[in-house]
């Protein structure tokens, strides 16, 4: 996990994750975050490309 957000909405958390393939991914979905005492659901997002990334000062 590389960054963590509260949000408001329909989504409590935002988590930034990098896993070497996709099965590791559901092995850190299904072994770390499943197991935390509250997580009743999960739901994952895989981005396609980046269109652009900003830096503020």
């Known amino acids: 996990m590389t960054e963590a957000h509260?949000?408001?909405?329909?989504?409590?958390?935002?988590?930034?994750?990098?896993?070497?393939?996709?099965?590791g991914?559901?092995?850190?979905?299904?072994?770390?975050l499943a197991r935390i005492k509250g997580v009743r659901s999960m739901k994952t997002d895989i981005p396609l490309l980046k269109v652009k990334n900003a830096s503020f000062a």
Do not use: H, I
Not at 7 to 18: Q, S
Not at 25 to 32: D, G, I, V, W, Y
């Open 25 to 32: 991914l559901r092995r850190f979905q299904s072994e770390q």
């Open 6 to 23: 509260v949000l408001a909405g329909d989504c409590d958390f935002l988590l930034r994750v990098v896993a070497e393939d996709l099965p």
